[in-house]
Protein backbone atom coordinates (compact mmCIF):
# COMPACT_ATOMS: atom_id res chain seq x y z
CA UNK A 1 0.00 0.00 0.00
CA UNK A 2 1.49 3.50 -0.84
CA UNK A 3 1.56 5.84 1.59
CA UNK A 4 1.46 9.88 1.88
CA UNK A 5 3.46 11.88 4.07
CA UNK A 6 1.61 15.08 5.54
CA UNK A 7 2.33 17.73 7.92
CA UNK A 8 -0.44 18.79 10.51
CA UNK A 9 0.20 21.87 12.75
CA UNK A 10 -1.60 21.45 16.15
CA UNK A 11 -2.16 23.85 18.98
CA UNK A 12 0.29 22.76 21.85
CA UNK A 13 -2.84 21.70 24.16
CA UNK A 14 -3.97 19.67 21.32
CA UNK A 15 -0.91 17.86 20.77
CA UNK A 16 -0.59 17.18 24.72
CA UNK A 17 -3.65 15.70 24.94
CA UNK A 18 -2.85 13.70 22.15
CA UNK A 19 -0.03 12.02 23.89
CA UNK A 20 2.67 14.89 23.19
CA UNK A 21 4.86 12.86 21.61
CA UNK A 22 5.25 13.14 17.51
CA UNK A 23 5.17 9.50 16.86
CA UNK A 24 2.21 8.99 19.51
CA UNK A 25 0.55 11.78 17.81
CA UNK A 26 0.63 10.63 14.23
CA UNK A 27 -0.59 7.49 15.34
CA UNK A 28 -3.86 8.68 17.19
CA UNK A 29 -4.46 10.84 14.43
CA UNK A 30 -4.17 8.11 11.31
CA UNK A 31 -6.71 6.17 14.22
CA UNK A 32 -9.38 8.99 14.41
CA UNK A 33 -9.19 9.12 10.65
CA UNK A 34 -9.59 5.27 10.15
CA UNK A 35 -12.36 5.04 12.47
CA UNK A 36 -14.11 8.26 10.49
CA UNK A 37 -13.86 7.06 7.34
CA UNK A 38 -15.20 2.99 8.60
CA UNK A 39 -18.13 4.94 10.49
CA UNK A 40 -18.76 6.74 6.84
CA UNK A 41 -19.06 3.77 5.54
CA UNK A 42 -15.86 4.91 3.36
CA UNK A 43 -13.82 1.64 4.64
CA UNK A 44 -14.60 -1.85 5.49
CA UNK A 45 -13.69 -2.54 8.89
CA UNK A 46 -10.95 -5.03 7.35
CA UNK A 47 -9.25 -2.51 5.21
CA UNK A 48 -9.54 -0.05 8.75
CA UNK A 49 -7.47 -2.73 9.91
CA UNK A 50 -4.87 -3.32 7.53
CA UNK A 51 -4.44 0.33 7.49
CA UNK A 52 -3.88 0.61 11.15
CA UNK A 53 -1.24 -2.44 10.79
CA UNK A 54 -3.67 -4.97 13.04
CA UNK A 55 -6.09 -8.08 12.46
CA UNK A 56 -9.91 -7.03 12.27
CA UNK A 57 -10.72 -8.60 15.74
CA UNK A 58 -8.46 -6.22 17.21
CA UNK A 59 -9.70 -3.55 15.28
CA UNK A 60 -13.34 -4.60 16.22
CA UNK A 61 -11.97 -4.43 20.17
CA UNK A 62 -10.04 -0.83 19.07
CA UNK A 63 -13.66 0.40 18.09
CA UNK A 64 -15.15 -1.36 21.75
CA UNK A 65 -12.39 0.61 23.05
CA UNK A 66 -13.36 3.75 21.65
CA UNK A 67 -17.43 3.64 21.87
CA UNK A 68 -17.75 3.50 18.40
CA UNK A 69 -20.42 0.63 17.41
CA UNK A 70 -19.46 -1.67 14.93
CA UNK A 71 -23.00 -1.84 12.68
CA UNK A 72 -24.94 1.30 12.71
CA UNK A 73 -28.32 1.13 11.67
CA UNK A 74 -29.75 3.81 9.37
CA UNK A 75 -32.39 5.53 11.02
CA UNK A 76 -34.71 5.24 8.11
CA UNK A 77 -34.02 1.33 8.18
CA UNK A 78 -35.19 1.29 11.78
CA UNK A 79 -38.84 3.53 11.21
CA UNK A 80 -39.57 0.83 8.24
CA UNK A 81 -39.23 -1.80 10.95
CA UNK A 82 -41.20 -0.16 13.30
CA UNK A 83 -43.75 0.69 10.84
CA UNK A 84 -44.13 -3.16 9.55
CA UNK A 85 -43.67 -4.49 13.29
CA UNK A 86 -47.04 -2.03 13.91
CA UNK A 87 -48.79 -2.82 10.85
CA UNK A 88 -48.49 -6.78 11.60
CA UNK A 89 -49.15 -6.62 15.27
CA UNK A 90 -52.02 -4.01 14.64
CA UNK A 91 -50.83 -1.98 17.53
CA UNK A 92 -48.59 0.84 18.58
CA UNK A 93 -45.56 0.01 20.00
Known amino acids: MS ?27 KKVSVIHLFCKGQISSGKAAEIL ?14 GVPYYQVP ?4 RQELKTVREA ?3 LL
Open 89 to 91: TGR
Open 75 to 78: EESL
Open 3 to 29: SVKIEVTLPQELSLKLGGDKKIVSREL
Open 53 to 66: GMDKLTFLDLLAQE
